[in-house]
């Protein structure tokens, strides 16, 4: 049995996104759940082992975490899913007013920043993980709140305070990728994205080169993303999302050739939305 790796624990976007693709795959798995995305990378030791993780959200943009720890290409990305995303407030006290602390994941707080802003004098705790929010919240100490994914409030627990959405857009949503030790097969029925990761040079003019390899071969550019190498201060890698398949659409596989002559190029992978 194929096993999925994916951050935990229960109840989490990322169980809840695992929960959607095993239900699109019609195949048995068993999950595993890690406490960190630096564990969940770790653990895919294997070609039986595939990891869900997310990469993207429509109003914080990307995770950097997860960027960094691709940078070495030994990973592929296989598929992806697109999850809708809400969070509701709990609290444990009889109006908004008394909250003093309000406790929220990391990339949480950059998607429910009008509510936040809202709260005056109140003491903002950043927590690991939506789970660790709900807990500190379930803890019941007074005019202490959270921010939690909206599924937790409807089907775990009633506070005394409760708002049902504090998501700054009601259509928010985040990208997780799928990610295994191998490529997918290709499947002409689908409409492929490709990620790939160029290293920079540091030179006159290298971006512009880089982008006009795709504009010249007519290839849509859908993110572009620099990250620094930590290896020396002004050394940065450039993660890009373009449309097409590498190496099976041959403009696709024309501009990164190109781009391979000057830079080195790690093909993070080619896959579609499931």
């Not at 809840?16 to 019609?26: D, L």
């Not at 620094?228 to 501009?255: H, Q």
């Amino acid at each position: 049995m194929t096993k999925i790796i994916t951050l935990g624990p229960k109840g989490t976007f990322s169980d809840v996104a695992t929960s959607i693709y095993i239900g699109n795959s019609n195949k048995d798995y068993d999950i595993e759940y890690k406490s960190s995305i630096n564990d969940v990378f770790r653990s895919i030791d294997s070609e039986g082992k595939i990891a869900i993780i997310p990469i993207e959200n429509s109003l914080d943009g990307y995770v950097d975490q997860v960027l960094d720890l691709f940078s070495d290409g030994n990973l592929k990305i296989v598929k992806e899913l697109i999850v809708p995303v809400h969070f509701a407030f709990g609290g444990n006290a009889k109006n908004i007013e008394e909250i003093k602390t309000i406790y929220g994941q990391f990339k949480t707080q950059g998607q429910c920043l009008k509510f936040l802003n809202s709260m005056k004098d109140v003491k903002i705790i950043t927590t690991s993980s939506n789970m660790e929010s709900y807990e500190k919240l379930k803890e019941g100490k007074q005019s202490e709140g959270a921010i939690i994914p909206s599924h937790m409030l409807k089907d775990k627990c009633d506070f005394d305070l409760t708002i049902g959405d504090v998501t700054d857009a009601e259509n928010n949503v985040t990208r997780f990728i799928v990610v295994a030790k191998n490529n997918s097969e290709y499947d002409t029925s689908k409409q492929y994205r490709t990620s790939i990761v160029v290293h920079g040079e540091d030179k006159p003019g290298e971006l512009s080169y880089i982008l006009n390899q795709f504009s010249s071969h007519g290839i849509n550019l859908k993110s572009i993303v620099s990250r620094p190498t930590r290896k020396k201060l002004g050394s940065y890698l450039f993660y890009i999302d373009i449309e097409g398949n590498y190496p099976n659409d041959s403009n696709v596989k024309k501009s990164i050739n190109e781009i391979m002559k000057t830079n080195k190029v790690s093909i993070l992978g080619s896959y579609y939305t499931v």
